[in-house]
């Protein structure tokens, strides 16, 4: 073998040089890799809405001896509880061998992600055609949204108190929808426009029907077959829309991508990876922790994190000090101490793009679990900007618990940017790190993730928990 010289010896000893994630790999992680990521898949397709992701989550954690917590109710170090806000934001919590005074360690996640809802009077009749008119939620390219294959997700809340969920798509057999697009042979003048122009919002009306009501005379027979169809099965009537939360998402299923199979296209990786991670971590910790280990999952963070299940809601504070009073314990005294690492995505470098990162500082594909000191945009605006302190924190518990794991910005500092739960945990006086995966495609329909990110932030959140 040839001898090192003294600069080889210095480079190794002193620069900064990650490699890929798959030079690092051991084969037992790859194994738990594997496994991580078929549970992630049945997590993505059984979780297309915040909702769905409760449910499904307040499944497994019940499955794993978590109960659900009621104020005022005693405590135990190891005990496990949960909560959820109105079904649509979750919050759990093992209970530490410290007392809440040392702090929690806490993961937050959001489980929202970027949709068409249904306006609050969606039905109508067009030429004999039916549709829903949508209000989309979240940053999408509207261009994205047309051609595809759509389901219908949500619920319809009646006058009489009853909550009927509506799932249309995701069963065998179950009808699909659409929204159409010009034909090229008559899309020239759309050729021109932007691409932010070329698909008005107004335009995102999703097909639903074409059949006339049979032995009918009057205007609207689409319209009024459907309704029909929709009272036989729901029981409801139009105005029962005014009060549904009724959200249109592609019926993608999750699925591996590449000859290799090393990565996953699905919906709404952003965000069902961080959250993935965040409850995986939480029921998958070995003992009982030393720090009161929280889990929260909220809604809402697409739009500005707020409302009553965004993470601006009081709702995380209520929780967090009814776990306090348990202990006599003042919430200002527990947050102080508190780490919170925020797991989310981040933009994955994409070679297509490159005008738009810098390379030094973007996160790459199966580099690992992604860290963002800050977010924001421009002059970091709007970021919580983690101190250095906090960094060298997690660095340490990475590195102890084997954690591949990357730095990373956004884009180039100009680009744009964009924003996490971070800052809302960071405004509470918790010490708050951004993390995530790198996603190629962020905020499309169908969006790309490494398998290897995505276990390896599976495993730095169980450290987080894990951590003295
Ligand atoms: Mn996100
Ligand atoms: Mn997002």
């Keep these: 073998m040839e001898e090192k010289t003294l600069a080889d010896r210095r480079r190794e000893e002193l620069a900064h040089a990650p490699k890929n ?29 915040e909702r769905e992701c409760v449910s499904y989550a ?17 405590l135990q170090p190891g005990d496990k509880v949960y909560r959820s806000n109105r079904g649509k934001a979750l919050m759990l919590a093992v209970i530490g061998r410290k007392p809440l005074s040392e702090g929690a360690h806490i993961g ?15 039905l109508y009749e067009d030429s004999e055609l039916a549709f829903f008119k949508t209000h989309y939620y979240g940053g999408i390219k509207k261009y994205q949204w047309v051609t595809i294959p759509l389901e219908l997700h949500g619920v319809v809340a009646l006058t009489d108190g009853r909550v009927l969920k509506v799932n249309v798509g995701s069963g065998a057999g179950d009808p699909l929808f659409t929204i159409d697009d010009l034909l090229p042979h008559l899309g020239a003048e759309q050729g021109k426009k932007p691409m932010s122009e070329a698909i008005p919002g107004e335009n995102l009306n999703v097909l639903i029907g074409s059949r006339p009501f049979k032995d009918d005379k009057g205007s609207d027979r689409v319209k009024l077959a459907i309704l029909d169809l929709l009272n036989q099965k729901y029981g409801i009537v139009e105005e029962d829309f005014i009060s549904a939360e009724l959200e249109i998402v592609p019926a993608f299923r999750a699925s591996d991508i590449g000859f290799d199979r090393s990565l996953i296209g699905a919906y709404g990786h952003d965000a069902r990876v961080g959250p993935r991670a965040g409850l995986a971590g939480m029921v998958q910790m070995s003992g009982t922790p030393a720090h009161t280990a929280v889990c929260m999952l909220a809604d809402k963070e697409e739009i500005g994190s707020e409302g009553v299940t965004g993470m601006q809601s009081a ?15 003042p919430l200002k005294a527990c947050y102080e101490k508190s780490f919170c690492l925020s797991a989310d995505v981040c933009a994955a470098y994409d070679p297509n793009f490159p005008e738009v990162y810098e390379k030094r500082n973007s ?19 709007g970021a919580s900007d983690a101190s250095a302190e906090a960094v060298a924190y997690v660095r340490k518990i990475m590195n102890d618990a084997g954690v591949i794991w990357q730095m990373a910005e956004l884009g180039k500092v ?17 010490d708050t790190l951004d993390a995530g995966v790198a996603v190629l495609s962020m905020h499309a329909p169908f969006e790309t993730v490494s398998k290897l990110d995505c276990y390896m932030t599976f495993k730095g959140m169980k450290a987080v928990y894990e951590a003295e």
Excluded: W
Aim: net charge neutral; charged share 30%.
């Design 21 to 49: 994630g798959y030079d690092r790999l051991t084969a037992e992680d790859e194994l738990a890799m594997k496994a991580y990521c078929e549970d992630y898949k049945k997590f993505l397709d059984n979780g297309k809405t």
């Design 414 to 430: 100009d680009a744009g940017g964009g924003g996490t739960v971070a800052a809302y945990m960071a405004q509470r006086d918790i």
């Design 58 to 74: 307040v499944a497994l954690a019940e499955a794993k001896g978590f109960r659900k917590f009621e104020r005022g109710m005693a």
């Design 108 to 122: 937050a996640a959001h489980i929202d992600a970027p949709r068409l809802d249904l306006k609050p009077n969606p």
């Design 315 to 329: 709702a995380f504070d209520t929780f967090m000090s009814d776990l306090c009073d348990t202990q006599r314990v």
């Design 363 to 381: 996160a790459l594909v199966n580099y690992g679990m992604g860290f963002c000191k800050y977010t924001g945009a421009r002059g970091k605006s």
